[in-house]
C-alpha cells in the first residue's frame, strides 16, 4: 500500500466531515483509511475543531431563534390585545372584513399574584425538593466506602491543543 499525500489524507477527511455519519460508524471509517496512527489522531483532531465550530454556531443560532421567537409571541399577543380593544370598542360581537372573522371572547381568566406573603395557608403549597449530594458520594466513593445505589465510573478523554 502507498503512503497517501497530504492533499489526498485532506480530501479523505473532509469527504468524512461531509457525510452525517454515526459515531461509531465514523470512527471506524477513520480507522480503516490507509493512513499512519498520526495521520489517523490529525484527522481526527480536526473533526473535533470542526465539530466545536459547529457546535458554538448552533449555539449561537439557537439563542438567536429564541429571541426571534420571543419577540414574535410579544408582537402576537400585543396585536391580539388591540384588535380584541378596538372590536369591544365598537360593542359588537363579530366583525367581518374581506379577509377573516374577527369573534372576541372570553378566555380563562389568569391569576395575578399581587404579594405571596399575604396569601391565606390555604392557598400556599410546600415542595420538598431531594436533591443528591454528588460531591460527597464523589469524596466517600474515592476513599473506598461502598455505597449502595451509586458507583464511580472512569471518564477518560484526551486533550487536543
Same mark, same amino acid.
Given at each position: $500500500?502507498?503512503? $497517501? ?37 490529525? +484527522?481526527?483532531? +480536526? ?5 466545536? $465550530? ?9 439563542? &438567536?431563534?429564541?429571541?426571534? *421567537? ?18 369591544? =370598542?365598537? +360593542? ?6 374581506? &379577509? ?5 371572547? !372570553?378566555?380563562? *381568566? ?16 410546600? #415542595?420538598?425538593? #431531594?436533591?443528591?449530594?454528588? !460531591? ?7 476513599? =473506598?466506602?461502598?455505597?449502595? @445505589?451509586?458507583?464511580?465510573? *472512569?471518564?477518560? @478523554?484526551?486533550?487536543?491543543?
Amino acid at each position: $500500500m502507498s503512503e $497517501m499525500n497530504a492533499f489526498q489524507i485532506n480530501k479523505a477527511i473532509e469527504e468524512l466531515q461531509e457525510k452525517d455519519l454515526d459515531p461509531q460508524v465514523l470512527v471506524d471509517t477513520i480507522e480503516s483509511l490507509e493512513l499512519t496512527r498520526n495521520e489517523k489522531l490529525d +484527522g481526527a483532531a +480536526g473533526l473535533i475543531d470542526r465539530s466545536d $465550530m459547529k457546535i458554538t454556531l448552533a449555539k449561537r443560532k439557537a439563542k &438567536e431563534w429564541q429571541e426571534v *421567537a420571543r419577540v414574535e409571541e410579544n408582537k402576537k399577543k400585543r396585536l391580539n390585545q388591540y384588535i380584541t380593544d378596538v372590536i369591544d =370598542g365598537t +360593542g359588537i360581537k363579530e366583525l367581518v372584513t374581506d &379577509e377573516h372573522i374577527f369573534k372576541p371572547r !372570553n378566555f380563562k *381568566a389568569s391569576v395575578v399574584i399581587d404579594k405571596k406573603e399575604d396569601l391565606p395557608k390555604d392557598y400556599v403549597k410546600y #415542595v420538598e425538593e #431531594v436533591k443528591i449530594d454528588k !460531591n460527597k458520594l464523589y469524596k466517600d466513593l474515592k476513599a =473506598g466506602t461502598e455505597i449502595n @445505589g451509586a458507583h464511580l465510573k *472512569a471518564h477518560r @478523554g484526551t486533550t487536543i491543543k
